[in-house]
């Protein structure tokens, strides 16, 4: 088998002296995955991706990304897209959104090249493939929550990354933006590039990807959608009695009544 395009072994992460957020955490996942991420809210999920991705140094514990580890990976850095889940942008700056997405552009010429033709051309390309190409000269302060978000992914895309990282991309995006996104993820998926998303769309998401991760702190589970995402996963992972039923290969969680009650 070919070499794990992102490795965990025995990986801890604490702030300060708090509970550590991640806890002995292993996985192993291989280039090409489509991936999501599943887990509450505080479950470790936003510090797992910033530890790939060499944010935050983990307490113990090994991370290689591209069989290096994330701080010293130099020019390969240039191979990872990435959609943080808080967009840290000064949205008072009047920025137009082909500019915002030609900073995925930057990353890979370098900050002081000017871009050239073929970098106005990828811009473009990936504007009209997220659907944002009629917003181009928009700024980005004035557009809705999940135009921006769209415009964040195109950021990304920008720099034609092999390991695309998204922290929950469709928060506050609608339904159908959220499967067009989805969709676009898959065929980014076939075309060889490696995606990890955070997600809390359980039932959607495990219809596009070809693996989850459950986390709560540690992983609970790892591996296809229609065999990790069972009852007592759930339950462990949401400490809560979810159900599954399933409607075609894919299953649908619910919580039982008597938890909406308590
Ligand atoms: N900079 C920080 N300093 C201290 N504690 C932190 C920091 N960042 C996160 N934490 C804590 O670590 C735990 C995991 O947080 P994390 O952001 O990874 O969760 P998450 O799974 O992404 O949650 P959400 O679904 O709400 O985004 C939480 O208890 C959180 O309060
Ligand atoms: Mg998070």
């Known amino acids: 088998m070919s070499q794990p395009i992102v490795e965990l072994r025995n990986v801890t992460v604490r702030y300060g002296d708090l509970p550590p957020a991640l806890e002995n955490v292993n996985l192993s996942i291989p280039e090409g995955a489509f991936l999501a991420v599943f887990g509450p809210n505080g479950a470790g999920?936003?510090?797992?991706?910033?530890?790939?991705?060499?944010?935050?140094?983990?307490?113990?514990?090994?991370?290689?990304?591209?069989?290096?580890?994330?701080?010293?990976?130099?020019?390969?850095?240039?191979?990872?897209?990435?959609?943080?889940?808080?967009?840290a942008v000064d949205l008072h700056f009047p920025v137009r959104v082909r500019d915002v997405v030609m900073m995925g552009r930057y990353a890979r010429i370098g900050l002081f090249r000017r871009p050239g033709k073929r970098d106005r051309e990828i811009v473009q390309a990936v504007m009209e493939k997220v659907d944002v190409?009629?917003?181009?000269?928009?700024?980005?302060?004035?557009?809705?929550?999940?135009?921006?978000?769209?415009?964040?992914?195109?950021?990304?895309?920008?720099?034609?990354?092999?390991?695309?990282?998204?922290?929950?991309?469709?928060?506050?995006?609608?339904?159908?933006?959220?499967?067009?996104?989805?969709?676009?993820?898959?065929?980014?998926?076939?075309?060889?590039?490696?995606?990890?998303?955070v997600s809390h769309d359980i039932g959607v998401v495990s219809e596009y990807v070809d693996g989850v991760v459950c986390v709560n702190r540690r992983v609970l589970a790892h591996g296809r959608p229609e065999v990790v995402l069972t009852d007592s996963t759930l339950a462990d992972m949401y400490g809560c009695q979810a159900v599954l039923f399933h409607h075609g290969k894919v299953p649908h969680m619910v919580v039982k009544p008597e938890e909406w009650e308590k």
């Not at 991705?53 to 994330?70: D, H, N, S």
């Not at 415009?151 to 469709?170: G, S």
């Not at 609608?174 to 060889?192: C, F, I, N, V």
């Open 133 to 197: 190409a009629d917003l181009a000269d928009r700024h980005i302060a004035d557009l809705s929550g999940g135009q921006r978000q769209r415009v964040f992914l195109a950021r990304a895309l920008a720099t034609e990354p092999r390991l695309l990282v998204l922290d929950e991309p469709t928060t506050g995006v609608d339904t159908k933006a959220s499967r067009s996104l989805y969709e676009l993820l898959q065929d980014l998926h076939r075309e060889g590039i490696t995606v990890i998303m």
């Open 45 to 87: 999920k936003t510090t797992l991706v910033r530890a790939i991705l060499g944010l935050i140094e983990p307490t113990e514990g090994e991370i290689r990304v591209f069989g290096r580890r994330p701080r010293e990976l130099g020019a390969l850095r240039r191979e990872i897209g990435y959609v943080p889940q808080i967009l």
